[in-house]
């Protein structure tokens, strides 16, 4: 669990009922951090703006320590080299998850070609451990955490829940499943009913699983309330009359309702001003102590994702490039890619100097995407042997994943 930082300033009155209240902060360092993230998607500039954001966070945060549960875990299925634990399953394993949209065309909609949104990925989330997912626009992330909600169909691979393939359970037998993975979606405008007062909003995942009488679910909502930061006076409110930063609360508390052990948030503080992004965090990083939660926490920004992961995934054009700790993410990147993401981190030790990686052109289309390594095409340290063969994410250093057939 990454921990606090210093200078924290309470905002907000926590609410009273519940006894688990949690109390919403302020992370002076980490708001001064984000206001200068940027992010990926726009090229070398961009990767150069967010490297530099991330490490200007990394600066002022802790370094999180993964929990053991965590460390027994590691990346699944297709790398070769992976020690599994003995006996505990991980909270959640994803084995070679395959997403491929049709690409239809012409009036009678013929197929004439796929887009390789999540083409492979594997990892695994340990019971209380956050497991960050960054990359540029358009490379997947939304579509795996889509995926593994079933939200939409996977075109194969994996899925384990505490150890059950989820992945092609009736609609019927993935009920109980459904209440161990909520989500948290990145718009807290676009995602909450205007028409619900903010109670029902909440509730709503109880009603749906016919969760206890009228009462209890007030009384449970109102709890949950507390333990967002909110007034469970504020029951009775409509998303209108919230702000932002609250909606969000509204939407963790939501998230929470059902007590699941994995929450997937993608994007969930993106759409928020610089400083409520830091409360939303802290309160998610809160809850995990509190309730042992597991995170899979989209992002494109490197800067949020270094100060809650424990673990950090690297995608590019629906494939995991690297995998590994965070601190030997943003320290010893294996993978060009990470590398040039990160190449530009300016490093608090003048006496360390980093080589700069400027990334050439834009991501390719994920609609028949280039041949061999995906990277090739951008790559500073391409071989021939990139463009024929794919490479596999094979652990390079402990616990360090990467897909590179050169380092
Ligand atoms: N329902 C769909 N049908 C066809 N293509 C889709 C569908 N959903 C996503 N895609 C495509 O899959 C690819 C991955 O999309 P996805 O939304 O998962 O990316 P992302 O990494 O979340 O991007 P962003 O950072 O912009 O949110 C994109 O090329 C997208 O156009
Ligand atoms: S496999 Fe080749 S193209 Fe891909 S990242 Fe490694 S060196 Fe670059
Ligand atoms: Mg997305």
Excluded: W
Excluded at 1 to 19: C, L, Q, T
Excluded at 194 to 199: C, D, F, T
């Amino acid at each position: 669990m990454a921990e606090r930082m210093d200078h924290e300033m309470p905002i907000m009155p926590v609410a009273a009922s519940g006894g688990h209240a949690v109390a919403a902060v302020v992370h002076a360092p980490v708001i001064a951090a984000m206001t200068a993230a940027a992010v990926l998607g726009a090229g070398a500039a961009a990767a150069s703006a967010v490297a530099g954001t991330a490490n200007a966070v990394a600066a002022v945060a802790e370094r999180a320590s993964v929990p053991a549960a965590a460390r027994a875990t590691a990346p699944a299925s297709n790398i070769a080299s992976v020690q599994r634990p003995s006996g505990a399953h991980p909270v959640l394993e994803v084995r070679d998850l395959k997403k491929h949209f049709p690409v239809k065309k012409g009036l009678l909609r013929k197929t004439v070609g796929q887009v390789y949104a999540v083409d492979g990925v594997s990892f695994t989330i340990g019971k209380g451990e956050t497991l960050g997912l960054v990359g540029e626009s358009g490379c997947g992330k939304t579509t795996v955490g889509r995926t593994l909600l079933r939200l939409t169909e996977p075109s194969g691979g994996q899925i384990l829940l505490g150890g059950t393939d989820v992945t092609k359970l009736s609609k019927a037998e993935m009920r109980p499943y459904r209440r161990e993975m909520q989500i948290i979606f990145q718009d807290p405008f676009s995602s909450l009913d205007p028409r619900m007062s903010a109670g029902t909003i909440v509730g709503e995942p109880l009603m749906v699983h016919g969760v206890g009488n009228a009462d209890e679910r007030r009384a449970r909502v109102a709890e949950l309330f507390g333990r967002v930061g909110l007034r469970p006076g504020q029951m009775d409110n409509f998303p209108h009359q919230f702000s932002g930063g609250q909606r969000q609360r509204l939407g963790i508390a939501r998230a929470l309702a059902l007590n699941p052990k994995l929450i997937i948030g993608d994007e969930p503080v993106s759409a928020l001003d610089v400083s409520i992004q830091a409360q939303v965090i802290n309160i998610l990083m809160d809850l995990q102590k509190e309730l042992g939660l597991s995170y899979l926490f989209i992002s494109h920004n490197l800067a949020v994702v270094e100060h809650i992961s424990h673990r950090i995934a690297v995608m590019y054009l629906g494939r995991i490039v690297e995998y590994a700790d965070k601190k030997t993410l943003f320290t010893a990147p294996k993978h060009p890619y990470t590398e040039a993401l990160l190449s530009a981190v300016p490093v608090p030790d003048p006496a360390i100097k980093r080589s700069k990686v400027v990334l050439q052109g834009d991501v390719p289309s994920p609609v028949n995407p280039p041949s061999g390594c995906h990277f090739h095409t951008r790559c500073p340290i391409a071989e021939a042997r990139c463009k024929i063969e794919a490479p596999k994410l094979v652990e390079k250093a402990p616990g360090q994943f990467a897909a590179c057939h050169l380092r």
